[in-house]
């Protein structure tokens, strides 16, 4: 099957690309003087000279013949602050003698977002915001203006990647430029202390933070009254399809915190390379949103996330049920063929994890097999060929319910490790399901249920469907059967004649 073929691609892909790019790191050694000079040319067109990079501070001076024009520098080699990758940005910067930036560019990265789903064109007009800023500005991407801040427009769907570069730039250019004495000392201490990356972007998303507190703490609530909701089944589908808008409409689109694979493998990656909260705080709807799933993997599983919080399962889930309302007739697998198909999320997610542990960059290129950047993040405003994937992910669920989901999806398969530390196991059995009741099996939207009866919690995807059938005195085969004996009886003692001394 072609599933299992794409999974074997993807583990060997990420085997060769270790043992390659190992090798080839041994080889490989970039002179900051080679790589800095072309740009430097094109910062200063007069330019014929750069001389070595030196100083504390490194930086290299730019010449035209003996007459000096300015300076270029890598911001990393000066404030090496991670971006999204938990690795700093290799960007090479040029200011002029009056401390006025003449050129950006950034020479090398392992950012995510900008190695697939940013255009080149974005990313261009989003450095030329800074040609002419000074050393001495102070500068903020997006929200309200501030007084001593100059306020640039950010990158839609990159916006860690842009607030690190921004910080990077300025804070690196005031220190080079004062110790080159182009700017004075006392100029940054005339301004207000810079607040860390982390609290301006709270800051300026207070009402998105709100509103995601809001639907967490309502989630929370259906899931610690989930008996009581489901003894009111129709209560209980409002509030989840209305819970699955809410997750498409705000978690994805409109706040772009649909989680991802990538996310994974970031932290992973930090924590073996140099772990920082701060970090992971700069985008706080994505802090969270995985703060909250880490919680209820604990209390609940995987499934929490998968069922109600993932935006392109969310949207997979509405579109089977309105071909459902179609009429359009849905095809699931053989269980035994099901089962095994369940294995090639697995495989893809150790094959991006043994790409990502030599190049996180090479395992975001190839963890494009998530559809999540161009539906959520790029709205699907991106090459027809990540167009055509995506929606045809979304299509496929129209006859086979959530199937990226239960087949290829890495990060559901990342949350089951997790998963198997949870604490409590909240949704009920009874001893005859499965033996011989299918009832529930045969309703799991999900197939996550035996035949034998027993939840597969690494694959339920907390819908709830089983727990109103479980309450259900007309759809439990059990509770309906205790149901029509005490039914008889009281048909009987109401059909006993009634004795004359009564």
Not at 371 to 399: D, N, Q
């Given at each position: 099957m072609w599933q299992i073929c794409l999974a074997i691609v993807f583990v060997m892909v990420g085997l060769f690309t270790f043992h390659h790019d190992a090798n080839a790191g041994l080889l490989t050694k970039i002179d900051p003087?080679?790589?800095?000079?072309?740009?430097?040319?094109?910062?200063?067109?007069?330019?014929?000279?750069?001389?070595?990079?030196?100083?504390?501070?490194?930086?290299?001076?730019?010449?035209?013949?003996?007459?000096?024009?300015?300076?270029?520098?890598?911001t990393d080699h000066v404030?090496?602050?991670?971006?999204?990758?938990?690795?700093?940005?290799?960007?090479?910067?040029?200011?002029?003698?009056?401390?006025?930036?003449?050129?950006?560019?950034?020479?090398?990265?392992?950012?995510?977002?900008?190695?697939?789903?940013?255009?080149?064109?974005?990313?261009?007009?989003?450095?030329?915001?800074?040609?002419?800023?000074?050393?001495g500005n102070r500068v903020q991407l997006g929200g309200s203006d501030r007084e001593g801040y100059v306020t640039l427009d950010s990158i839609s769907g990159a916006t860690i990647t842009t607030m690190v570069?921004?910080?990077?730039?300025?804070?690196?250019?005031?220190?080079?430029?004062?110790?080159?004495?182009?700017?004075?000392?006392?100029?940054?201490?005339?301004?207000?202390?810079?607040?860390?990356?982390?609290?301006?972007?709270?800051?300026?998303?207070?009402?998105?933070?709100?509103?995601?507190?809001?639907?967490?703490?309502?989630?929370?609530?259906?899931?610690?009254?989930?008996?009581?909701?489901?003894?009111?089944?129709?209560?209980?589908?409002?509030?989840?399809?209305?819970?699955?808008?809410?997750?498409?409409?705000?978690?994805?689109?409109?706040?772009?915190?649909?989680?991802?694979?990538?996310?994974?493998?970031?932290?992973?990656?930090?924590?073996?390379?140099?772990?920082?909260?701060?970090?992971?705080?700069?985008?706080?709807?994505?802090?969270?949103?995985?703060?909250?799933?880490?919680?209820?993997?604990?209390?609940?599983?995987?499934?929490?996330?998968?069922?109600?919080?993932?935006?392109?399962?969310?949207?997979q889930e509405i579109v089977y049920k309105i071909g459902e309302r179609l009429g359009i007739r849905s095809y699931e697998f053989p269980a035994v063929v099901h089962e095994r198909l369940w294995a090639i999320k697995y495989l893809i997610m150790l094959g991006l994890f043994g790409v990502s542990l030599q190049s996180l960059a090479r395992a975001e290129l190839l963890a494009e097999i998530e559809p999540f950047k161009t539906v959520y993040s790029l709205h699907f405003h991106r090459e027809w060929g990540y167009v055509i994937y995506a929606a045809g992910l979304i299509l496929v669920s129209l006859l086979n319910r959530k199937f990226y989901c239960r087949y290829i999806c890495p990060l559901g398969a990342a949350l089951t490790f997790p998963s198997k530390f949870k604490i409590f196991e909240w949704l009920r059995r009874r001893k005859e399901c499965g033996r011989p009741c299918q009832t529930c099996r045969a309703e799991c939207e999900v197939g996550a249920i035996r035949l034998t009866g027993e939840i597969i919690s690494q694959e339920c995807h907390y819908c709830l469907d089983c727990q109103v059938t479980y309450w259900n005195e007309r759809k439990c085969p059990p509770l309906s059967e205790?149901?029509?004996?005490?039914?008889?009886r009281l048909v009987m003692k109401k059909q006993m004649p009634v004795s004359k001394n009564d």
């Amino acid at each position: 099957m072609w599933q299992i073929c794409l999974a074997i691609v993807f583990v060997m892909v990420g085997l060769f690309t270790f043992h390659h790019d190992a090798n080839a790191g041994l080889l490989t050694k970039i002179d900051p003087f080679a790589e800095a000079t072309p740009f430097a040319q094109v910062f200063f067109p007069p330019a014929d000279r750069l001389d070595p990079f030196e100083g504390e501070p490194a930086s290299a001076a730019v010449y035209d013949a003996n007459r000096l024009l300015g300076y270029v520098f890598f911001t990393d080699h000066v404030l090496p602050i991670p971006g999204y990758s938990g690795k700093p940005m290799h960007t090479l910067v040029g200011f002029d003698l009056t401390g006025k930036i003449v050129g950006i560019e950034i020479v090398s990265h392992e950012e995510p977002i900008l190695l697939a789903g940013i255009s080149e064109q974005d990313l261009t007009d989003f450095k030329n915001q800074y040609l002419g800023l000074y050393a001495g500005n102070r500068v903020q991407l997006g929200g309200s203006d501030r007084e001593g801040y100059v306020t640039l427009d950010s990158i839609s769907g990159a916006t860690i990647t842009t607030m690190v570069l921004n910080s990077t730039i300025m804070s690196s250019l005031r220190e080079v430029a004062v110790s080159l004495g182009v700017a004075r000392p006392e100029a940054s201490a005339d301004m207000p202390e810079e607040e860390p990356i982390w609290i301006n972007a709270w800051r300026d998303k207070t009402f998105q933070i709100a509103v995601l507190s809001a639907g967490l703490l309502l989630l929370f609530l259906i899931l610690i009254f989930q008996d009581w909701l489901a003894h009111h089944p129709s209560l209980l589908i409002y509030l989840r399809y209305g819970y699955l808008v809410y997750t498409v409409i705000f978690i994805g689109w409109y706040s772009l915190a649909q989680l991802s694979i990538v996310n994974v493998l970031t932290f992973t990656s930090s924590v073996m390379h140099g772990f920082s909260w701060e970090t992971f705080m700069i985008d706080p709807m994505m802090f969270i949103l995985w703060s909250f799933v880490a919680m209820t993997i604990l209390l609940w599983g995987r499934g929490v996330y998968c069922g109600w919080l993932c935006p392109f399962g969310a949207i997979q889930e509405i579109v089977y049920k309105i071909g459902e309302r179609l009429g359009i007739r849905s095809y699931e697998f053989p269980a035994v063929v099901h089962e095994r198909l369940w294995a090639i999320k697995y495989l893809i997610m150790l094959g991006l994890f043994g790409v990502s542990l030599q190049s996180l960059a090479r395992a975001e290129l190839l963890a494009e097999i998530e559809p999540f950047k161009t539906v959520y993040s790029l709205h699907f405003h991106r090459e027809w060929g990540y167009v055509i994937y995506a929606a045809g992910l979304i299509l496929v669920s129209l006859l086979n319910r959530k199937f990226y989901c239960r087949y290829i999806c890495p990060l559901g398969a990342a949350l089951t490790f997790p998963s198997k530390f949870k604490i409590f196991e909240w949704l009920r059995r009874r001893k005859e399901c499965g033996r011989p009741c299918q009832t529930c099996r045969a309703e799991c939207e999900v197939g996550a249920i035996r035949l034998t009866g027993e939840i597969i919690s690494q694959e339920c995807h907390y819908c709830l469907d089983c727990q109103v059938t479980y309450w259900n005195e007309r759809k439990c085969p059990p509770l309906s059967e205790r149901r029509k004996r005490r039914e008889r009886r009281l048909v009987m003692k109401k059909q006993m004649p009634v004795s004359k001394n009564d």
